[in-house]
């Protein structure tokens, strides 16, 4: 592969996130380097998707530093993770289900725009011509994504598959320096789990971006990641690479039980 | 026959002004999913800003040009407006990210007693003139097909006029603009808009804002059609069953419905009216509404959803 695995981009450092007395992460660190495919795995209720949602913003742990290319990360918003260039997929797909594919994706350029909003909803000048640029973009991703014969086609009638797709299509339009991916293959069959591998792979071999994964299936995570982390009940218990991580006797007994 | 056509246009016509009212709600929804109860309250606080702005502007004018006044005035009731949209924002939307619907509705009923407090004690309590120089002469059309002619009001049909254009705009505006699409994404999912970046306060300033333009339109065209007094606030809702007829997040919808209740009003109580005593008008469209409930609940033109299981 030509990628280069760089520094240090996101550290995250003693995170604890509480929800009233339930202790969703406890004292959880570990780093994310640049173009890695780093996955965070465990069981059901691990903590994996409250620590997604703390690299987004969406959650403020109470205590614990991030530090986003050595900068610490002050209390951020999702809109403002998104200007820093962090993207993001939903487990249980969030897309708007009333437009087309391409206005999904189209979305997602919502950043990039430099007019005005005024001139937006004018819609005259500089952004009709802007809309263009962005949208020859997204038909990069749309081509990329293998999805053209569903360009216009309402989201909410795409088969479950496509629709994951489509959602990665939207966080990939936004060009992130960081992608997170929640959960991408839940709920897909044997070929969409493959083809969902392969896209995840060329994103991160083609663009260099940096990808955070989440899954429960251990199996196509190991094939695809550099490194893991292992959550069981709001505590890291593993964190390394894949063979390590497989052969980590606390990892086999949070996922197979005590009695094995 | 002429007279079944003369009921017929009175019934489109009343049913455009519903309509106006009904694209605010609509509006709302569509970009935010809040049902706005408050959109009656905001027609009348508009109409009173206008009415009132217009007659200060006027005297200070020295009553030589009305025009004038009621440019200064149109502009001075739409930044009141603007500064309804930040405050809600501000003060109420902000706080309420992904509540449910009908905290945001109980939100919306709280917003209509401020507007319907603060807009009397602003403006004054009294019945005001929005006087935009509409002509109120009725014309006759059609003498030569019809015998007798048919009446038209001349204001009417400016309003419907006026009514279309801004259908036409706003439907462009959704469908076209970026920024109609960052509306109907928000509409759609926060969370997922939140993290592509769309700043979800903006956006809901921006909906609130048209909305009050909107609210404003329609506050004049009522306001010089019937005067401005608090009753207008209850026109919101005669436009209730519109929406519900039309489907809540259907520009296209809020009209069409509009001119169904309009003109079943008008021609139910005509025709129908004499049978029963009369007083049809004032219930014949929730019971529209209620029958199509039954068959069609997502109204007309509205989004049907599906949700898996």
Redesign the interface.
Known sequence: MSRQIGDVILDLQNISLRFGGVKALTDISFNIREHEVRAIIGPNGAGKSSMLNVI?G?YHPQDGKILFRGQERKKM???M???QGI??T?QNI??????SVL??I???R??K?KTN?LW????VGP?RNE?LVHRRKVEEIIDFLEIQHIRKTPV?RLPYGLQKRVDLG??L??EPQILLLDEPMAGMNVEEKQDMCRFILDVNDQFGTTIVLIEHDMGVVMDISDRVVVLDYGKKIGDGLPDDVRSNPEVIRAYLGAGH | MGFFIETLIGGLMAGMLYSLVALGFVLIFKSSGVFNFAQGAMVLFAALAMARFSEWANAALGGDSLAMANLIAFVGAGGVMWFVAWAVERFVLRKLVNQEGATLLMVTLGITYVLEGVGQTLFGSEIYNINVGMPKDPVMMFESVFDGGILINKEDFIAALIAAVLVGLLTLFFQKTPVGRALRAVADDHQAALSIGIPLNRIWVIVWLVAGVVALVAGIIWGSKLGVQFSLATVAMRALPVVILGGLTSVPGAIVGGLIIGVGEKLSEVYIGPMVGGGIEIWFAYVLALIFLLFRPQGLFGEKIIDRV
Request: aromatic share 8%.
């Open positions: 987004n969406v918003e999702p809109h993770a998104a200007k993207a993001r939903f969030a897309l708007f289900k009333g437009m206005d999904n189209m979305t997602g919502t950043l725009m909003l937006q909803a004018l819609w952004a809309e909410g939207r966080a339009a936004m």
